[in-house]
């Protein structure tokens, strides 16, 4: 299984991204899908996160500004960021719950990380 990230970049405080994370290879089926970002020196954090089911969870610190949402035909992931800061600079990876069999417990997939950088 891959994860693909796409769609980083550097945007003015304000200004939007949108973040995409396609699953590729060979499974039964993703849990859950979800994008966590880290800077140096700390820990990487949960940003935002959708079940199979499409539920969402978000950080209180994106709530209101980043909408995750999920292409379960395409098996892929968005963050759409909206309100951009410069505390969002980060590496933004994705991540998936993704069972290589339905009766399997679910193994944590990473993708490769996009740089986001909110400065003007």
């Known amino acids: 299984v891959q994860l693909q990230a796409s769609g980083g970049g550097l945007v003015q405080p304000g200004g939007s991204l949108r973040l995409s994370c396609a699953a590729s290879?060979?499974?039964?089926?993703?849990?859950?899908m979800g994008w966590h970002r880290q800077v140096p020196g700390k820990q990487r954090e949960l940003v935002a996160l959708i079940t199979g089911g499409g539920d969402t969870n978000y950080a209180d610190s994106v709530k209101g500004r980043f909408t995750i949402s999920r292409d379960f035909a395409k098996n892929t992931v968005y963050l759409q960021m909206n309100s951009l800061k410069p505390e969002d600079t980060a590496v933004y990876y994705c991540?998936?719950?993704?069972?290589?069999?339905?009766?399997?417990?679910?193994?944590?997939?990473w993708g490769q990380g996009t740089q986001v950088t909110v400065s003007s």
């Open positions: 991540n998936a719950k993704v069972r290589s069999r339905s009766f399997y417990s679910p193994t944590d997939y």
């Open positions: 290879g060979r499974f039964a089926s993703i849990d859950v």
